[in-house]
């Protein structure tokens, strides 16, 4: 038997790994699953969906970045680069970032790493970049924020493309507020009354019609 909760209890952080596509246009996702393998030469590796369109830019251009990032980040940062595709937005719109070596570099990080891919692993889902560390930048004195701290204070869900990703279980609500989930990312909204008609996600940007309203009940359930 697997208990999923126990991967619950991983301690993954919150990234951006970036990287261009054949047009130079900037391409990036939220990656949890990061971790440094060695020091002496530095490298790292991260596990990224075949169906993220960062995936093939990186295997194409053997190139990426992580972006370490702090609990201050803006929610809608997490949100346009974890429940978006790079494929249809531009998601470094408005958002503050310059270029080392071609790739694109998040401001807002408190870290950023650039890599060049020495080996890949592939599995039935995930592809794992093994990267050489070229150049680490941007290093700033913040809290790097955790996936748990993005799960209980922001209140976000994985995408179904995350390695850490954990069909939602059935959770009891004890409030007589009325609940709103977006279908989208999963976060949950509490609201006297209705929604505003121009209430946005923080989290992914999706407007009002995007979310469901959860039953009003003392003892509503949600999934
Ligand atoms: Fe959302």
Do not use: W
């Not at 990036?28 to 960062?54: L, R, W």
């Not at 694109?104 to 890599?115: M, T």
């Not at 609201?191 to 996600?201: A, N, Q, S």
Request: glycine share 6%.
């Amino acid at each position: 038997m697997i208990d999923k909760n126990v991967f619950r209890n991983f301690s993954y952080g919150v990234y951006l790994t970036t990287s261009y596509d054949e047009n130079n246009k900037p391409v990036g996702c939220v990656t949890n699953s990061v971790m440094q393998i060695t020091s002496e030469p530095s490298t790292v590796a991260v596990s990224i969906n075949h169906e993220n369109y960062t995936n093939q830019c990186i295997k194409k251009n053997k190139k990426f970045t992580v972006a370490i990032l702090p609990e201050t980040i803006q929610p809608s940062i997490i949100g346009t680069f974890g429940y978006q595709s790079s494929r249809n937005v531009d998601k470094f719109e408005g958002i503050r970032y310059h270029y080392t070596n071609g790739l694109p570099i998040i401001e807002d990080a408190c870290g950023v790493l650039i890599c060049e891919v020495i080996d890949t692993m592939e599995t039935n889902t995930h592809t794992v970049f093994l990267g050489r560390v070229t150049i680490a930048e941007g290093y700033k004195k913040e809290v790097p924020m955790t996936y748990r701290y993005y799960h209980e204070k922001l209140k976000g869900s994985s995408p179904k493309t995350a390695p850490s990703y954990i069909e939602e279980e059935k959770e009891e609500i004890k409030s007589a507020k009325t609940k709103y989930k977006c279908r989208i990312c999963g976060y949950v909204h509490e609201v006297d009354g209705e929604l505003p008609d121009d209430y946005m996600c923080p989290i992914c940007g999706q407007p009002k019609s995007a979310f469901d309203k959860i039953e009003e009940t003392k003892e509503a359930t949600f999934s």
